[in-house]
């Protein structure tokens, strides 16, 4: 499969759809360049039986607390208690006691506790132990790092930064019945606010954001960053489909860090913050207009967990938090959250987010995850980013390698003694696996000679890591900042799952790398998705491949996103079946640098007016692929959709379309 620009292909629809660009409700796909494969109302089925279906992940056990003493400790008892603010410290006190005589289980007795103490509640080396918050809630603040001191969030050797909860080396352990939230009659993480007054053509342009909600904004008469501005209906029950926010993220490679503040702010008056920026994105700005403003985005964390085994997470809310809600990196294997939910109280309509950057974020895993029962809703970036980070390097000696990414050798995190797998710039496989001697100065030095270099470096698998074998069933993923999932893994099931009213997309199952931020996912690999709703999942109306889609299956090559794709497949063996999917934005899906990929049985019914009817709304493009099977599946009549059905250029192989058919809506 060869590498192949999208802009050829495109190029005759742009043509046909000249005077209404991609917004022609009219245009002819037949005579855009692309082929087009219809649904039809007499449409028989297909008879498609394929040999080899993908099966997802196999089920497992995650092994519970089995203590060998029945010993019961109680926090009170060193402590603690609603009116002290340093509750993370004694609750620490407390676990070292536990530690020294083998209980079983400490109990933490029901109430509010503070933890303002800027120390993270920690679980290290652990065994057969639980941790039993009996419902209570924890409030934390702590303040930020200094901006001369900026902590980037893929860097995992800087520690800097306190986490709520950390747990690591731990083997059989329980957490449970616990609350978690940030003070935010201190320091709110965000808030809804209205554009109450705009100026252009002032000397420092600026936009005034009025936080009606409040008579007196918890920040005013301090400085107030702000890192994005995202546009809300008015009801706040969702991203605006037509309006645009604002990012203010740092130079690359930082691009988020705990202590980077790019934003310009003073006040106006209690509740009325100013924001300078520059004259387009006041221009951009609705007078009148609802937005979210967040204060942070990286930094903190909720969780973060370290190379356990056999962990359960269960009855957890996460009301809010700084940073990513769930964090995993390093060796971890077999671990659950239950009832995990992280998503802001439903009582106070100021509260504008939960976590202020991802829900679940795996960075580096041995796989073996379940999601059950949980709603994760209202984040600033994705549901969940499930991978391990890949890595772009060059050769510069028979037997070494040089980090060809800004953000250097900090970000793969390579250890003497790991073994490395490289392929080409463009995923072919070398076949080649080395052993890390040596580490220093930006390189390593593997045990054996590099293969020839062909393109401009490589990209860098750690052997060490598998993130797969990942079961989420029965969850929801609500209003994100970003997408609901991403899935750089592999042997995943994700079943029974809502997703509604995301900004950028439902799912992505996707890998690549860049050469200055972000290098994740070791290719995707039976994959299963079914039984799921999706609903209204690209309110912002983001594109892959040209196409603004619900779900992405592609690949990204020096820079995300990339109309080049992989000289192979990376993205193979998907099943998306019995799946249901309403008011999508565009496409149900685009398909790219995908082998054996399999969409059957769903339903597809588009009423929603999102004020730009594309064309291609509720169908699928497949690009750059081979045996992808598009089958019997069911478009609900709707005048928004003129032309269900499938589209693909001359790059699809082996693309089998049947059993398509348009019903009336009952």
């Known amino acids: 499969m060869k590498k192949i620009s999208l802009h050829a292909a495109m190029a005759a629809f742009s043509l046909a759809c000249f005077f209404a660009s991609d917004n022609c409700a009219f245009a002819n796909p037949q005579k855009s360049g692309l082929k087009y494969y219809p649904a039809k109302s007499a449409a028989e089925p297909s008879g498609f039986l394929p040999a080899n279906l ?71 080396n652990f065994e057969d132990f639980t941790l039993d918050f009996n419902g209570s809630k924890l409030v934390y603040y702590s303040k930020c790092l200094k901006s001369e001191n900026p902590n980037p969030a893929w860097n995992t ?38 554009v109450a007054a705009k100026n ?40 605006h489909p037509q309006r645009v926010g604002l ?4 130079p690359e490679p930082i691009h988020l860090a705990e202590g980077y503040y790019t934003s310009e702010t003073s006040w106006v008056s209690p509740n009325v913050m100013r924001l300078y920026v520059d004259k387009n994105r006041v221009s951009g700005m609705v007078l009148g207009g609802t937005y979210r ?53 439903a009582d106070d309509p100021r509260r504008a987010v939960s976590s202020t950057a991802d829900h679940n974020h795996i960075a580096n895993s041995c796989g073996y995850m379940k999601i059950l029962n949980s709603t994760f809703s209202m984040g600033q970036d994705d549901g969940a980013n499930i991978h391990d980070r890949s890595f772009f390097m060059k ?33 072919r496989p070398t076949g080649y696996v080395g052993k890390i001697l040596k580490i220093g100065g930006g ?56 997703f509604e009213r995301e900004q950028m997309g439902a799912i992505k199952c996707e890998s690549g790398y860049t050469k200055s931020l972000w290098c994740e996912g070791y290719g995707v690999d039976n994959v299963v998705v079914r039984n799921c709703v999706f609903r209204k999942c690209n309110m912002r109306g983001l594109k892959s491949q040209g196409f603004v889609r619900d ?59 999102y004020g730009d009817d594309l064309w291609y709304r509720g169908g699928f493009f497949v690009r750059n692929s081979s045996n992808v099977h598009i089958v019997d599946n069911t478009f609900v009549h709707s005048s928004k959709v003129p032309f269900a059905g499938v589209y693909a250029d001359d790059t699809a192989k082996n693309l089998n379309v049947g059993g398509n058919r348009i019903i009336s809506k009952k």
């Open 443 to 498: 390189r390593v030095e593997l045990d054996k000679a590099l293969p020839t270099q062909e393109g401009e470096g490589f990209v860098c698998f750690n052997k060490k890591y598998s993130t797969r074998n990942i079961i989420i069933r029965n969850c929801k993923y609500v209003r994100h900042g970003c997408r609901g999932l991403l899935l750089p893994a592999k042997d995943v099931t994700v079943e029974n799952c809502l």
């Open 247 to 250: 990012f203010f993220p740092a």
């Open 54 to 124: 993908p099966t997802g992940a196999r089920e497992f056990e995650v092994l519970q607390p089995a203590p060998k003493s029945g010993v019961v400790v109680n926090a009170a008892d060193f402590g603690l208690n609603e009116n002290v603010e340093n509750a993370a410290t004694i609750i620490n006190r407390a676990l070292a006691h536990c530690a020294k005589i083998g209980a079983a289980k400490l109990v933490v007795e029901r109430g509010t506790y503070k933890c303002f103490d800027a120390v993270s509640i920690t679980l290290e």
């Open 157 to 194: 050797k800087k520690n800097e930064s306190n986490c709520n909860l950390k747990i690591k080396n731990c083997r059989r352990l329980k957490v449970c019945n616990v609350q978690f939230d940030w003070d935010w009659e201190r320091d709110p993480l965000g808030g809804f606010a209205k």
């Open 293 to 345: 403003v967040m204060h942070y985005y990286v930094g903190k964390n909720c969780i973060d967990m370290y190379s356990n085994r056999h962990l359960t997470l269960e009855n957890i809310d996460i009301l809010s938090c700084r940073g990513h809600a769930l964090h995993v990196d390093d060796g971890q294997k077999y671990w659950q959250y239950i009832n995990v939910n992280v998503a802001p109280p």
């Open 395 to 427: 050769r510069v000696g028979e037997k070494t390698l040089e980090s060809a990414n800004l953000r250097g050798l900090d970000y793969f995190s390579p250890q003497i003694g790991d073994e490395l797998s490289l392929m080409q710039d463009d995923f």
């Open 551 to 609: 779900v992405m299956l592609a690949a990204y090559m020096r820079t995300d996103p990339s109309d080049e794709q992989p000289a192979v497949s990376i993205i193979k063996n998907l099943l998306f079946e019995d799946n249901k999917f309403f008011d999508t934005r565009g496409l149900v899906a685009v398909i790219s640098a995908s082998e054996n990929v399999v969409f059957r049985r769903n339903v597809i019914e588009n009423d929603y007016d």
């Open 200 to 239: 252009a053509d002032a000397p420092k342009p600026y936009v005034d954001l009025q936080f009606w909600q409040y008579e007196k904004y918890p920040l005013f008469g301090k400085y107030a960053s702000v890192v994005s501005v995202a546009s809300f209906l008015d009801d706040l029950s969702g991203f």
